[in-house]
């Protein structure tokens, strides 16, 4: 059993801690130019804390987070926990009727925005029933608004933690899949040490030398272990960039500050690999590098290793379970594969009754381990259909080989039938893309006119390589020399882009939408 006692406050133990430990001058974030020790951090989460409390915020009442990645995210998230409230991280990049939903569903008792969503904010609360508090993050306070920053200078940085339970729930993350209204999903004071103690430390091996780069954003799952949660966990330190990270950004903030451990997504290690000015960039601080969010193709892989000599952990988590739970060790690489399961937690591979298949048989991936949610929010049946006993059903189709490697196949809703055979987009997509004309594709279903189904691929060109019926010809020739036939695309439709969640991952259902589709 893992040590978290039964009275524990994770604010206390990622943060706290690391002044009994006598870290205090150590460097927790790099931000811009500002460097913010573990001794600024806990002082300022403390204040966070006191902030909210002498507003008024209570024990589990929720509070929105609807920042870019910067230093008072976690002065925020932490402060929360600590008073035993719950931080809600949201993406600052959505639209106002996906916060007006937010604000319906969490009715939060506090709202903390960047400048620019000040007015769509303020909108959203005058049209709404819950009137939350409004703080915004940095600057001159609006009517009606609190400057989180300045109030943050007029509390005193000491604070008594919440006496909280390791089962009380200390932060919710919204978690949107291809149908239906994002799903808060209730995570609790247990769960990020879980991550940081059975995935971290054994996998990425990380140590307060390290300095963590997070190309997924703290709002996520992915983004909130990366550049928050394990470098906090060990006394390590996070590089914070609040950009979007195009092959530039990244590069450059590589080069300046000089991560070790690199996490990122396979669209953005595919968009670094097609930058031509990649190799002006100094990338020799990295020791390892991850990859999550979708399957990473083979060939991502090995130009990645041929380019950097750095291997890329390629992994499978979710929101639900709070990280990553199959994955790829350092020095056993699996190009292609999500790895094999981290210990601490179990896998099963199950058909459409639930009942787990034979090895080297496709069927859905069902994971259970101490950092799943307990739950979605007011969501009972989704609850029920999700997390079921002590399992979460992931909706991902995997299939084991006889070495125990986890071989992603695609979404349960993604998978395709053809002439009555299971077809899995990612096998025929991972062969297009090793053609030297494709840099993306995506495979969906599509039917045939005489309501069979058939693969039908999108593909992005290379720039310089115009469409013809010859490439496509070409294209077919290509998928049928290295697959059985019926998993050839019959059609092909070239796109300038494949459109993606904000984590980078390819929407085909929406492809399966579209008129072309
Ligand atoms: O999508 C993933 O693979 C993932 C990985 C780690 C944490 C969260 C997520 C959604």
């Known amino acids: 059993k893992w040590p978290v006692p039964e009275r524990y406050n994770a604010a206390c133990d990622f943060v706290d801690r690391h002044m009994e430990e006598g870290r205090a001058h150590e460097v927790a974030i790099l931000y811009r130019d500002e460097v913010v020790t573990y001794g600024d951090l806990y002082e300022r989460v403390n204040r966070a804390g006191r902030l909210f409390r002498e507003l008024g915020i209570e024990m589990e009442q929720r509070i929105l987070l609807v920042l870019p990645d910067c230093p008072e995210f976690v002065y925020a998230f932490f402060g929360a926990i600590k008073i035993g409230a719950v931080p809600v991280p949201l993406n600052p990049r959505l639209r106002p009727d996906d916060y007006a939903y937010f604000v319906y569903d969490a009715r939060p008792k506090a709202v903390l925005v960047g400048r620019e969503l000040v007015e769509v904010f303020e909108n959203i609360v005058a049209a709404s029933r819950f009137k939350p508090l409004r703080l915004v993050v940095k600057g001159e306070a609006p009517q009606g608004w609190l400057s989180f920053t300045d109030l943050l200078h007029q509390v005193d940085g000491t604070l008594e933690p919440a006496d909280t339970h390791k089962d009380d729930v200390a932060f919710w993350l919204y978690s949107s899949g291809s149908t239906g209204a994002p799903k808060g999903t209730i995570h609790l004071q247990h769960d990020m040490p879980f991550c940081v103690l059975h995935y971290a430390k054994p996998i990425l091996n990380i140590q ?255 720039p310089d390589i115009p469409s013809s019926e010859s490439l496509v010809e070409e294209l077919k020739r290509f998928v049928k020399e290295r697959l059985a036939s019926y998993k050839c695309p019959r059609w092909f439709v070239f796109v300038d882009e494949l459109p993606k969640t904000s984590t980078g991952k390819i929407q085909r259902f929406r492809l399966r939408q579209t008129q072309e589709g």
């Open 208 to 462: 307060p030398g390290d300095r963590t780069y997070s190309v997924a954003k703290l709002h996520f799952a992915y983004g909130l272990g990366n550049a928050m949660y394990f470098p906090l966990g060990v006394g390590a330190s996070t590089i914070l960039v609040p950009e979007h990270p195009t092959p530039q950004v990244i590069l450059e903030t590589i080069q300046r500050d000089r991560p070790t451990l690199f996490f990122s997504v396979p669209t953005a290690y595919n968009a670094v690999l097609r930058w031509e000015e990649r190799f002006r960039y100094d990338v020799s601080s990295l020791r390892l590098c991850v990859s999550a969010g979708e399957a990473l193709p083979e060939k991502l892989y090995h130009e990645w290793k041929a380019w950097t000599g750095i291997e890329i952990l390629d992994g499978i988590g979710s929101t639900e379970a709070l990280h990553i739970f199959i994955s790829n060790r350092p020095g056993q690489v699996r190009p292609g594969s999500s790895g094999t399961v981290v210990p601490g937690y179990e896998a099963e591979i199950r058909d459409e009754s639930g009942r787990p298949v034979p090895t080297g048989e496709v069927g859905v991936l069902w994971i259970k381990g101490d950092s799943v949610a307990a739950g979605y929010w007011n969501k009972q049946e989704k609850t029920q259909r999700t997390f079921v006993g002590s399992w979460l059903c992931t909706g991902d189709m995997y299939v084991r080989d006889e070495e125990g490697y986890y071989w992603y196949v695609g979404r349960s809703d993604d998978m395709i039938k053809a002439g009555g055979i299971w077809v899995s987009p990612i096998e025929v997509e991972n062969v297009l893309i090793e053609h030297p004309a494709v840099v993306e594709c995506a495979v969906v279903a599509h039917d045939d006119g005489d309501g069979l189904v058939k693969p039908k691929a999108f593909v992005v060109l290379r």
